[in-house]
């Protein structure tokens, strides 16, 4: 059984710093682009960042680029997000979700993507 399970979210000031981790288990995770999606109410889901396991190729979204940090660890089956200088439009549920594909043009299309968390709260207050 695939499971991604996410954690790290909460509440934080504006310019503070959070870390997530997806923790994956029940298949192989190698050769799969991970990728981390944040949606609200009232926005449509939206890619993040995302890494391609087998050679750690990365994708951010441009309203994270420079603030957030992506990477991974094999050894552990675990990717994380790093996010810091975050901002009140940040604030979102945040999840993990794994594919099998390499990434590339396709990293933000949250269809590629075979497996999802349940998700984790990022809240920040201004």
Do not use: H
Not at 95 to 115: I, L, R, T
């Amino acid at each position: 059984q695939v499971q991604l399970v996410e954690s790290g979210g909460g509440s934080v000031q504006a310019g503070g710093s959070l870390r997530l981790s997806c923790a994956a288990s029940g298949y192989t995770f190698s050769s799969n682009c991970m990728g981390w999606f944040r949606q609200t109410p009232e926005n449509e889901r939206e890619g993040v960042a995302a890494i391609y396991t087998d050679d750690g190729s990365t994708y951010y979204a441009d309203s994270v680029k420079g603030r957030f940090t992506i990477s991974q660890d094999n050894a552990k089956n675990t990717v994380y997000l790093q996010m810091n200088s975050l901002k009140p439009e940040d604030t979102a549920m945040y999840y993990c979700a794994a594919g099998e594909f390499d990434g590339g043009s396709w990293w933000a299309s949250d269809y590629e993507y075979n497996y999802w968390g349940q998700g984790t709260q990022v809240t920040v207050s201004s």
